[in-house]
């Protein structure tokens, strides 16, 4: 019997996909490799599409509206990432610099270039998003970019890597 409603419709073909997404991205990886002359009309299709006065008007309308809104929505998510790793204060844990262009979230184990080859993650909304989505695991704090650089710069002298030229006031 087929769903009535648009939102029934809708949810069953979420779901379905979901339970068989291996299954249909199978079938269509098969299709395009015994069709290939389809992907060349698609990308002329595509091509020609991109041409029309419509679509540079959607563009023109509506792509500003979606770019400001996305880095909205990568803020909100970058905010509360600090207000929970810095105790609802967003300034540096060494010296309370408060600039939030200036923070930047520090592995406190220096284990930050073993979790990006590790968990494969980028960083910038990426890292932020995925810190929020796993449910703020702890081992991490905010710092700003001159305190973070300067216990770069100690961890690296403690362990003898390297030669460092560093300035240090007397």
């Not at 419709?9 to 997404?21: T, V």
């Not at 098969?30 to 959607?58: G, L």
């Not at 990568?74 to 060494?94: G, L, T």
Request: hydrophobic share 25%.
């Amino acid at each position: 019997m087929p769903c009535k409603s648009k939102d029934k419709r809708l949810e069953y073909g979420r779901r379905y996909y979901r339970e068989h997404k291996e299954k249909i991205l199978a079938q269509q990886r098969e299709y395009r490799r015994a069709h290939p002359e389809d992907r060349a009309k698609d990308a002329k299709r595509h091509r020609q599409r991109y041409k029309t006065s419509e679509y540079n008007a959607y563009m023109r309308a509506y792509y500003p509206k979606t770019k400001l809104q996305t880095k909205r929505r990568r803020d909100k998510i970058k905010i509360e990432v600090f207000m929970h790793y810095s105790n609802n204060k967003m300034e540096c844990a060494r010296c309370g610099y408060n600039n939030i262009d200036a923070l930047c979230i520090d592995h406190v184990n220096n284990n930050g270039q073993y979790e990006r080859n590790v968990l494969k993650l980028g960083g910038g909304h990426t890292f932020y998003s995925w810190l929020k989505n796993h449910g703020f695991p702890s081992g991490y704090q905010v710092l700003c970019y001159n305190c973070n650089h300067l216990k770069e710069l100690k961890y690296l002298r403690n362990r003898g890597k390297g030669h460092l030229f560093v300035q240090q006031r007397i």
